[in-house]
């Protein structure tokens, strides 16, 4: 099946840095979706992006499909930010369902 | 609008016990899917489900599991004889239709199930 590397594992930040997320992906993609899991366990979907560039206040994601990738930008973190960032993609190819990434953790210190 | 609901947020069982965990889709969605989140690890899919339709089980092991989606009321993914290995949140997710059609993934609070 679909292959789904998300990187870096681990992330600390100081409260009001940047960063730039990645997740690459083994096969082209119909669906690709970020979600953020809060440090209770909540998964929210952040964007639905299986190309282009979408932008949602401080968040904003970029798919280039053709070098199957996409990143997540994080700009004037705030410590509400810290928890997992999970990239999850869908292939025709393969299964019905999403695979996900192994995520992000991120921790933005105040 | 209510979001996907699961319940119980929490749920202990001892060994050789059942676990019967419950899933009410967002309103209008018709697919329901369950993931099992390891600690520390990410989201493995388990079980894809239509009303009244398995559609893709490859997710799900193949004995002690089972789930079902019934013509009316909630999604249920039920463990039976449970191990300590079974200890996990489990998550579900609906989706009004089909994921290649673009649709977006939406998911409940999860069960922490715990074995003793």
């Known amino acids: 099946g679909i292959q789904v590397e998300q990187s870096p594992p681990d992330l600390i930040l100081q409260e009001g840095a940047n960063s730039t997320l990645r997740c690459n992906f083994s096969?082209?993609?119909?669906?690709l979706q970020w979600f953020h899991q809060n440090p209770w366990g909540q998964l929210i979907n952040l964007f639905y992006?299986?190309?282009g560039t979408k932008q949602n206040g401080r968040l904003s994601a970029t798919t280039v499909a053709t070098e199957r990738y996409s990143l997540l930008y994080i700009s004037s973190s705030q410590t509400t930010d810290s928890g997992v960032y999970f990239c999850?993609?869908?292939?025709?190819?393969?299964?019905?369902?999403?695979?996900f990434g192994s995520g992000t953790q991120l921790t933005v210190l105040p | 609008n209510a979001g996907v609901m699961q319940n119980p947020r929490h749920l202990v069982r001892r060994r050789g016990q059942e676990a019967r965990l419950r899933c009410s889709p967002m309103?209008?969605?018709?697919?329901v899917y369950w993931y099992r989140q390891l600690p520390e690890e990410g989201l493995k899919f388990m079980v894809y489900?239509?009303?009244?339709?398995?559609?893709?089980e490859s997710g799900m092991p193949k004995e002690r599991f089972s789930a079902e989606f019934p013509k009316e009321g909630p999604s249920i993914l039920r463990i039976q004889q449970v191990v300590r290995g079974d200890s996990a949140a489990y998550f579900c997710?609906?989706?009004?239709?089909?994921?290649?059609?673009?649709?977006?993934?939406?998911f409940g609070s999860g069960t922490q199930l715990s074995v003793l």
């Open positions: 096969d082209s993609v119909n669906n």
């Open positions: 309103k209008g969605h018709s697919h």
């Open positions: 489900l239509q009303k009244e339709n398995i559609i893709d």
């Open positions: 999850a993609v869908f292939s025709s190819g393969s299964a019905r369902q999403l695979t």
């Open positions: 997710a609906s989706s009004q239709s089909l994921l290649a059609t673009n649709e977006k993934l939406f």
């Open positions: 992006i299986p190309s």
